[in-house]
């Protein structure tokens, strides 16, 4: 996503290539490589906190919040100064497309109204004491007996009898219902449904990366290995993600341009992804399973799936495994 390593490498070398021709755009690009650096660690503590079922503590709520808060100034930097000085930057035009539908990508994992994902803090789960109003707790008197909150309440004081209210209760104005459950993040963004904006922007941004850079080019692997991810754990379109990261993968071994050794290991890295990717979701038997069915880590893929290379095991970026 918008924190992955090989999206924070373009956003320092391009940031640096053009300082000097646009120093108001290479300085915006720094800024978003500082968010992009802070997203990445709190991004897998979130991660962390779900895996662990511990979503609901105040502490990852308040991580959900800064993410989301994060996300939202990255889009407005993007909208603002980057998307309308892209130019002719062929590189940079790819990596501003695909960081608008990274922050997207989060909005719909943290902040989606209705939550599509497990790491939504909108699902009943998320929701915590501190979303709904509550009632002070009753001070204890050290040692001398309950104290109430009124110094003017009389002991055996008679209870007033309930009021009733004449009339009877006062509906909500036509055309509007009960409201809704809304985020804790619906102060820092509007709540709603990003998901189609989302994938519509990973559509657009694959649709440029394909026609803009080589197969093999790091940059275009990364739109297209976070699109997958986002294929399965938002769209939950299983086969569609596991076709995505096979097709990307041939067109990998099909490329005949060359690299340099620090884009050929971000690529290797990222084909080791896909390659998990594309057998995420099968049986042992190579059919589809459900989600709650065991681990497919023992998977056999065909003989072109076991192509794929083999390079030392690297973190996978979060929202891509």
Not at 67 to 74: D, M, Q, T, V
Not at 114 to 141: F, H, K, L
Not at 225 to 240: N, P, Q, S
Request: proline residues 7%; hydrophobic residues 35%.
């Amino acid at each position: 996503m918008a924190s992955s390593e090989v999206d924070q490498k373009f956003l320092g070398k391009l940031a640096k290539a053009v300082e000097n021709e646009n120093p108001i755009l290479a300085r915006v690009l720094f800024r978003i490589l500082g968010l992009s650096i802070n997203l990445s660690s709190q991004l897998i503590t979130a991660q962390k906190y779900r895996r662990h079922g511990q979503g609901q503590i105040p502490e990852a709520l308040e991580l959900t919040l800064h993410i989301i808060w994060l996300s939202r100034e990255g889009l407005v930097l993007l909208n603002q100064f980057v998307l309308p000085m892209v130019g002719e930057y062929v590189e940079l035009k790819v990596l501003a497309y695909k960081l608008r539908a990274s922050f997207y990508h989060i909005y719909v994992l943290f902040h989606n109204t209705p939550p599509v994902s497990t790491m939504s803090s909108n699902t009943p789960e998320g929701q915590t004491t501190s979303s709904v109003p509550s009632i002070a707790p009753r001070r204890i008197d050290k040692g001398k007996g309950l104290a109430t909150d009124d110094d003017d309440d009389i002991v055996g004081r008679p209870l007033e009898p309930p009021r009733t209210l004449e009339g009877g209760p006062v509906n909500p104005p036509p055309g509007f219902g009960l409201e809704r459950l809304e985020p804790p993040t619906a102060f820092l963004v509007e709540p709603g449904d990003y998901l189609p904006k989302a994938h519509h922007y990973f559509r657009e941004a694959v649709q440029i990366a394909e026609e803009l850079l080589w197969a093999s080019h790091s940059l275009r692997l990364s739109v297209k290995t976070e699109y997958a991810a986002f294929l399965y754990e938002c769209v939950h379109d299983t086969e569609g993600s596991r076709k995505l990261a096979k097709d990307t993968i041939t067109e990998v071994y099909d490329a005949t341009e060359g690299l340099d050794d620090d884009m050929f290991a971000d690529a290797c890295a990222l084909v080791n992804v896909l390659g998990k990717m594309m057998k995420r979701g099968l049986g042992s038997n190579n059919t589809l399973r459900s989600k709650g069915q065991g681990s497919s880590s023992g998977t056999q893929g065909t003989p072109r799936e076991n192509t794929v290379p083999k390079t030392t095991e690297a973190p996978a970026p979060p929202g891509m495994i």
